[in-house]
DNA sequence: AAAAAAT
């Protein structure tokens, strides 16, 4: 069942291939239903501890085998799914596709020839691995090109092919159909897709099209961007009431102090915030002055849309008339918030929503449409106890209560002595108590819970070790499957120290070997939400036992769409058992389920870890949108690892993709990768083959690679707490590093009231292509300004 | 928009 002799390059996974390349369960009975045939992860085994369920990649290397030979001619009768490898017939019959095939199918190849299936990720693998000269401009960009493009254009492609599919089709589906297949036809259509990319067929009628079709989809995202950046800009002037967010921002620093505010706060917040909102009464701010068209128009507006909006919500009005209406807050939040519906639970712990509601208002009033994000606010800080760095000074783990073996393991991991959040949350989690930890980027977070975690569970558990298929005694929790398997890397060795295993829980992956696992027994899972619940559901995970539960990046655990399953997740644990919550952004975001799940949680945040004391450079280039993709080519063509953030996947393939016809080696990373994929991808930036990673939010929290010197967001994050995690990717460990965001002139406001709410400082200068500042942030040309110089 | 299960 071993490989079949392919090499484990050798199933090519198709960029997107899960998503675009779905297949159902009717493909699979079709196909011969060979269960996984779709997954193509078996990259992943590679990098797993544990044997992968071989099983899987056989059958996957047949499938996908088989799917190769079909294209040529075949037809599948089901789908055109490449992998179900239908044979001939199949395919054209029901695809409307099928023509072209045949046509081409007679020549196994056509335009896509060697050259577009060597594209695909096999071919790719291979060849990858026989040149290592890849670094070749022109070949290297070759093989790229195609593989991306095989792949990127799928996703475009699908959304158009299924436009221009249908349309030019439609008479097809009946042809086809033939027979009431339509149903498989659709089915189809993914697969098609996927076949596509392999298949030439379409190729000339369609890649071109297609690729037309991509690059003006391209055109619109960028256009559409351009489109929310107007639209965001005019929310922020409008909001210049919603920045009332500084005052929070005030709050924040104070924070401490909120307890006291509690009431206070509000009359305090609205003598501080007022005057954002307020401005004309506050004109003394500074604030005011960095807003100087703000102010204006935000408090036209906002009185004016109260005037408007009374209907809306009366709570706007409230907000912006007195500060009173801050106590009103509460309902103000829910009831302007009904949209960002998670914070629902914490509304009352925002503060800033009625900064922002008037922003809202505004942008209602001017954009119907609202599609813009939500809005970008800053939660009121948790109240915490401050840990000072001396505090623990001269204290060593030992002294905090590990015992030795896990000390020593600490110290072969580089960790000889704990890091202030590590000093401050281990004791505490010993006790057993309920902990809050903010620490920020980089700050050792994973150590502070995961130690004293393993530590816990080796002296609750101490006399009934390793019995075969005890449930799980800790899970871990993240929001990306990187991260898990980060914390995994990181946790692994301590447990093992002692004794105790652990195994990774996530998604993309077969479940064989995760279940496997789970029988055997292990101590501590780590994780991600969907596949965790996924396997609770199944009945092959209990979590009855599990007396300790850790959230990392908690606060993005309890956004929208993260925290039901969590809550779910957490409702399975052991009653009462004890909770955990990490981030570098923790607010009272998590308040939702501090308030279901924790008892008297101790809150700790480290003192001087502020972006104020960090080691990081930030800059901000104003540019034109034309020259973006130039501009971005340019400083990436440079020595050091540079991560750059795309706010969509499209965009970061695109870019990738780019960067490749440029001659700069770069790979991607976005959740329309397999997870083979995805896992190569962030190897390959890790272990230095390419110096450039282009990645969506997935990469923003948590993710660590050695000596990223240079983090570039090609677009501009939307809330405050992504920039600082993205930002948080370079000058770790106390490296230097710099950051730099590509903004439109438009965008300007908006980018200042994120950096505001962020606190931090950058400096916005103009740029065009060919400018110094360009090559000095690139750090081809070093200079005065070039702090890090 | 992205991420997180799978079929």
């Known amino acids: 069942m071993p490989k079949n002799g392919k090499p484990k390059g050798g199933r090519p996974s198709r960029n997107f291939e899960p998503r675009y390349a779905k297949k159902t369960s009717f493909h699979d009975r079709h196909a011969g239903g060979r269960p996984g045939a779709g997954r193509p992860d078996r990259d992943n085994r590679d990098e797993r501890t544990d044997a992968g369920d071989r099983g899987f990649s056989s059958d996957r290397s047949r499938t996908s085998d088989r799917g190769f030979d079909r294209r040529p001619g075949s037809k599948s009768p089901s789908t055109g799914s490449g992998q179900a490898g239908q044979r001939p017939g199949s395919r054209s019959p029901s695809h409307r596709g099928y023509r072209p095939a045949e046509a081409d199918g007679g020549a196994p190849k056509r335009r896509w020839t060697d050259q577009e299936r060597a594209g695909r990720d096999e071919a790719r693998g291979i060849r990858g691995r026989a040149a290592s000269g890849r670094r070749e401009a022109p070949h290297h960009r070759d093989e790229r090109s195609q593989d991306s493009r095989g792949s990127y254009g799928e996703r475009p492609r699908y959304g158009n092919d299924r436009a221009t599919g249908d349309r030019r089709y439609e008479d097809r589906p009946r042809r086809d159909e033939r027979g009431g297949e339509r149903p498989r036809f659709q089915g189809d259509r993914p697969r098609f897709h996927s076949d596509r990319s392999e298949s030439p067929r379409y190729n000339d009628d369609r890649s071109g099209d297609r690729r037309s079709f991509n690059n003006d989809r391209n055109d619109r995202g960028g256009d559409r961007r351009s489109f929310n950046n107007d639209r965001n800009d005019r929310g922020g002037d409008r909001r210049s009431s919603g920045r009332d967010d500084r005052p929070a921002r005030d709050d924040r620093r104070s924070f401490n102090d909120r307890n006291e505010r509690g009431g206070d706060r509000r009359s305090f917040n609205r003598d501080a915030r ?3 909102d307020d401005r004309p009464a506050r004109d003394g701010r500074p604030f005011t002055n960095d807003r100087n068209e703000r102010p204006r128009h935000n408090e036209d507006r906002p009185r004016f849309d109260r005037d408007e909006r009374p ?8 907000t912006r008339d007195d500060r009173t209406r801050r106590d009103d807050r509460p309902r103000f939040d829910r009831d302007d918030r009904p949209r960002r519906d998670d914070r629902g639970a914490t509304d009352r712990a925002r ?3 009625r900064a922002q509601l008037p922003s809202r208002d505004d942008w209602n009033k001017q954009a119907p449409a609202r599609f813009e994000p939500t809005e970008d606010v800053v939660h009121e800080r948790l109240e915490a106890q401050v840990v000072a760095a001396p505090e623990v000074e001269g204290t060593t783990f030992a002294d905090l209560g590990l015992g030795s073996n896990i000390v020593e393991t600490l110290k072969n991991m580089g960790a000889t002595a704990p890091f202030p959040i590590q000093g401050a949350t281990i004791p505490s989690i010993l006790e057993g108590r309920d902990v809050l930890g903010r620490g920020r980027t980089g700050s050792g977070k994973t150590i502070a819970f995961g130690a004293p975690l393993v530590e816990s569970i080796l002296t609750s558990q101490a006399g009934k070790r390793r019995e075969i298929g005890r449930a799980p005694r800790a899970i871990i929790l993240a929001p990306t499957r990187e991260l898990a ?8 060795p301590i447990a093992r120290s002692v004794g105790l295993f652990t195994t990774q829980i996530y998604g993309g992956v077969p479940q064989g070997r995760q279940v496997g696992a789970l029988k055997k027994g292990v101590d501590i899972v780590i994780g991600t939400p969907g596949r965790v619940e996924d396997l609770i559901n199944q009945g092959k995970l209990d ?5 300790i539960a850790v959230l990392d990046e908690a606060d993005h655990m309890c956004e929208l769409g993260f925290v039901e399953p969590v809550q779910r997740i957490l409702r399975h644990t052991q009653e009462g058992s004890q909770k955990l919550l990490f981030s570098a952004t923790l607010d009272r975001e998590v308040a939702a389920l501090v308030d279901e799940f924790l008892v008297d949680p101790a809150v700790y945040e480290v003192a001087g870890e502020d972006q104020d004391s960090s080691t990081i450079d930030h800059r901000v280039l104003v540019i034109d949108h034309r020259d973006k993709a130039e501009i971005l080519t340019s400083m990436v063509d440079r020595d050091g690892k540079t991560l750059v953030f795309a706010r969509t996947r499209a965009y970061a393939e695109m870019l990738a993709e780019q960067f490749e016809d440029a001659g700069i080696p770069a790979v991607s990373l976005h959740g329309d990768l397999n997870q083979a994929k995805r896992t190569r991808n962030l190897q390959k930036m890790t272990s230095g083959r390419v110096n450039v990673l282009v990645a969506t939010d997935v990469a923003a929290r948590g993710i660590h690679v050695d000596d990223i010197d240079l983090v570039i967001q090609a677009d501009a994050p939307d809330e405050y707490k992504t920039y600082m995690h993205r930002a948080g990717r370079t000058g770790r460990a106390g490296r230097s590093g710099r950051v730099v965001t590509l903004i439109t002139r438009q965008r300007q406001r908006r980018m200042n009231e994120l950096l505001e709410r962020a606190e931090i400082d950058a400096p916005f200068e103009p740029a065009r292509l060919g400018d110094d500042v360009i ?4 750090g081809r040309m ?7 110089a």
């Open 485 to 492: 398997l980060q914390i995994d890397r990181t946790v692994q």
């Open 775 to 778: 090559e000095e942030l690139a």
């Open 274 to 276: 007022p005057a954002r």
């Open 782 to 788: 070093p200079s005065d300004a070039d702090l890090t």
């Open 543 to 547: 979590l009855s036992d599990c007396r």
């Open 351 to 353: 503060r800033d929503d």
């Open 311 to 318: 209907a809306r919500d009366d709570r706007r009005p409230f």
